[in-house]
């Protein structure tokens, strides 16, 4: 049995660079802006115009609710890219979007009630 000449280096250490996480969010003006893992970038705008709200109020099922406001997000693209994303990925969306919501809703508030004040 003979060894060869040329013994194989040990394979290098190399660090993998940690994979991007996703969904990542901006918030740009009046506006949620999501990086996606498979659908490129959402604009989810965080005025809504009433007339969602009062449809929605109709709706008795609350993920009936949840899915007639995403249908009415963003262009028309929108709905058609949030149905190809995970399920999991939907819902940090989804859980972001009513977070800014929410925040711009109590400073609309708070700026109303300064203003009232004066």
Do not use: C, Y
């Amino acid at each position: 049995m003979t060894e060869s000449a040329f013994t194989e280096p040990a394979a290098p250490t190399i660090e993998k660079a940690p994979e991007p996480e996703f969904p990542q969010f901006r918030l740009i003006e009046k506006n949620l802006h999501v990086l996606t893992s498979t659908q490129g970038e959402l604009v989810l705008p965080l005025q809504v115009k009433t007339k969602v709200f009062r449809r929605i109020s109709e709706i008795d099922d609350e993920m009936k609710q949840l899915f007639a406001m995403l249908d009415d997000l963003g262009d028309a693209e929108t709905p058609r890219k949030l149905d190809e994303l995970d399920i999991f990925e939907t819902q940090k969306i989804v859980g972001r979007f009513f977070e800014e919501f929410a925040a711009k809703a109590q400073a609309t508030v708070g700026e109303s009630q300064r203003s009232s004040n004066s």
